[in-house]
């Protein structure tokens, strides 16, 4: 997909190296600062890092996918007029996309959205007929792929919002952690300011966190930015670049001035989207510089690429770090209580980070899953959470489920294996090298 998008911006074999570098290579400044703090380009990769980070992103499918749906969107936008056929594969992509990723599917909507805004103001003369045709067929993949992949009506009769209108919120904590920016001042002249309602002191000191959690999060793509910036001061930008720019700066709007129930940040990854963008963007920034006849201006280019490096071996670095490797002892285990009557799974260690393989590969109910994937759902899963809080205090006959998955190499085995080995409600019904699966036999659920 990028190769294709590349040759249609431009065949220039440096721009398609450009591009996929930025691709795969880029990321947020994380490393640079904390070479600055402490010294060392191995940077403390919170939840929000490697989303936007591209050797680390694209370990989640289905990001991964968006991602490839939206590049088939680019390619498409990138002609010059639009076939009913491109029409109808962009609603399809639409529709896929509301599968795929929300955020994405949000972002791809937007993108297709402006572009065909601007195709009818600029490019057919003010024509109803085809604008109104379009914004149809792209309406019926959206209602579509809400209606099949989501779940609309139990969100419209819940009480709480999805979003929750909360503006700069999630820009402060780029200037508040230490592992990031950390500036103080502008941290206590916000407060100082809060106190006293907003003014426009207060509103520039917001605009100027959130250059710096856009800067902060982009790295060196934030180029994408400057590049379009200087097309509209040279007056060469064109309808597709206008289209990225206004979708990147209402997307990033959206990230800035919402937060979601559950995982407050994850409107972050609407931003994430926006980085991709800009990386596209920014490589056509550097082949330009690199093709300048100024010495300055192709040593400039250079730069950035060495300022990208580290982020790179960071980002790899990563991915040897958190490796998550499922044993194929736990596979057997896995087959094996897929075939076994319906019940719920309990899994131990309790972590759903490191076992939510279990409930994808035996096709049963997990005990406790992802606690944020809980909340955006309205779950309430506090009880369940406060039985298996402290491993040391779990009570096996607490716990209401069918199937409990021990694992001999956890550190809490033991522990728990004596209380199910003691009882004669739980009987073994498989055991490996690596994995003992438990069935509960009295007040099975």
Not at 22 to 34: D, Q, R
Request: glycine fraction near 4%; proline fraction near 2%; hydrophobic fraction near 50%.
């Amino acid at each position: 997909m990028e190769l294709i998008l590349q040759k249609k911006i431009n065949k220039s074999p440096l721009f398609v190296g450009l591009i996929l570098f930025f691709i795969y290579f880029g990321s947020t400044l994380a490393e640079w600062t904390s070479f600055i703090r402490a010294g060392s380009f191995i940077a403390n990769n919170d939840v929000m890092v490697p989303l936007m980070s591209g050797m680390t992103y694209l370990r989640s499918l289905h990001y991964a996918f968006s991602i490839i749906l939206l590049l088939f969107v680019l390619i498409i936008l990138k002609k010059k007029s639009l076939k009913l056929g491109d029409v109808i594969k962009l609603s399809i992509i639409i529709f896929l996309a509301f599968g795929t990723k929300f955020y994405g599917a949000i972002v791809i909507s937007l993108f297709i959205g402006f572009d065909e805004i601007f195709r009818f103001i600029l490019c057919r003369g003010k024509d109803w007929k085809p604008f109104i045709q379009h914004s149809f067929i792209y309406f019926l993949g959206a209602i579509f792929g809400v209606l099949i992949f989501l779940d609309p009506f139990s969100v419209a009769l819940s009480s709480q919002n999805i979003f929750i209108f909360a503006p700069f919120s999630i820009v402060h904590h780029v200037v508040e952690e230490p592992r990031m920016l950390k500036l103080d001042n502008l941290i206590l002249a916000r407060y100082y300011l809060q106190e006293h309602g907003y003014s426009p002191r207060l509103l520039i000191i917001e605009l100027y966190s959130t250059f710096l959690f856009m800067t902060y999060y982009a790295g060196t793509r934030i180029l994408g930015l400057i590049y379009l910036l200087k097309q509209i001061l040279t007056r060469k930008i064109d309808r597709f670049e206008l289209t990225l720019l206004i979708t990147s700066i209402v997307t990033t709007l959206i990230s800035v001035l919402f937060i979601q129930t559950g995982d407050w940040f994850n409107t972050i990854q609407f931003y994430a989207y926006v980085t991709i963008i800009f990386g596209i963007l920014s490589a056509q920034l550097l082949f330009e510089l690199l093709n300048s006849k100024y010495l300055l201006l192709k040593i400039t280019a250079i730069l950035v690429i060495f300022l990208t490096l580290p982020s790179a071996v960071s980002q790899y670095q990563y991915l040897i770090r958190h490796k998550n490797i499922i044993r194929q002892s736990e596979v057997e285990a896995s087959a094996f209580l897929k075939k076994q009557d319906e019940g719920t799974v309990f899994s131990l260690p309790a972590n759903a980070k490191k076992r939510s393989y279990i409930p994808a590969l035996t096709h049963k109910s997990e005990y406790i899953s992802f606690a944020n994937v809980l909340e955006n759902w309205r779950i309430d899963s506090t009880e369940r959470q406060n039985l298996i809080s402290d491993p040391t205090l779990i009570d096996i006959d607490k716990i209401e489920a069918k199937y409990f998955f021990l694992l001999k190499y956890d550190d809490d085995f033991v522990r728990s294996y004596l209380q199910l080995w003691r009882n004669d409600n739980y009987k073994l019904i498989f055991q490996n090298k690596d994995v003992m699966i438990y069935e509960k036999i009295v007040n099975s659920k």
